[in-house]
C-alpha cells in the first residue's frame, strides 16, 4: 500500500519556523517529482513548492520564495518543506504529494497521482 505520511505541522507565531516532513512507504519515490500544496478554508489548493526527481530543479510560489525549502532525503523516502518566517497568510493544511507520471517540478495538480493527508500550519499574528 503506497503511503504519503506528513507531520511537523503545529502552532507558530510570526515570524516563526516549521519543517514539515513528507515520508513516503510502499513504494521507492526515487524518480518521482514531489510537491507540496496548501488549502485555507473556503479556498481551492494551492502550490507551494516542488522538487525533481533528483530536487536539481526547485519551483515555489512567488509568495513563499526566499522564505521555504523544499528539500528530499532519498535514504529515507522523505521529503521536507523548510518554512521560515512564516505569515499569518501562510496558515493553511499543508499536503505533499508525488508523482510518478512526471519527473519535473510540476506545479500542476492534476500531475500527481499520490497524496498525503494533510498537516494543519497555523501562525498567529
Known amino acids: 500500500q503506497v503511503q504519503l505520511e506528513e507531520s511537523g505541522g503545529g502552532l507558530v507565531q510570526a515570524g516563526g519556523s516549521l519543517r514539515l516532513s513528507c515520508v513516503a512507504s510502499?513504494?521507492?519515490?526515487?524518480?518521482?517529482?514531489m510537491g507540496w500544496f496548501r488549502q485555507s478554508p473556503g479556498k481551492e489548493r494551492e502550490f507551494v513548492a516542488a522538487?525533481?526527481?533528483?530536487?536539481?530543479?526547485?519551483r515555489y510560489v512567488n509568495s513563499v520564495n526566499g522564505r521555504f525549502t523544499v528539500s528530499r532525503d532519498y535514504a529515507q523516502n522523505t521529503a521536507y518543506l523548510q518554512m521560515n518566517s512564516l505569515k499569518p497568510e501562510d496558515t493553511a493544511v499543508y499536503y505533499c504529494?508525488?508523482?510518478?507520471?512526471?519527473?519535473?517540478?510540476?506545479?500542476?495538480?492534476?500531475?500527481?497521482?499520490?497524496w498525503g493527508q494533510g498537516t494543519q500550519v497555523t501562525v498567529s499574528s
Open positions: 504529494a508525488a508523482s510518478d507520471r512526471v519527473s519535473i517540478a510540476s506545479t500542476n495538480p492534476s500531475l500527481y497521482n499520490y
Open positions: 510502499g513504494r521507492t519515490f526515487t524518480s518521482d517529482a
Open positions: 522538487c525533481n526527481w533528483s530536487c536539481s530543479s526547485r
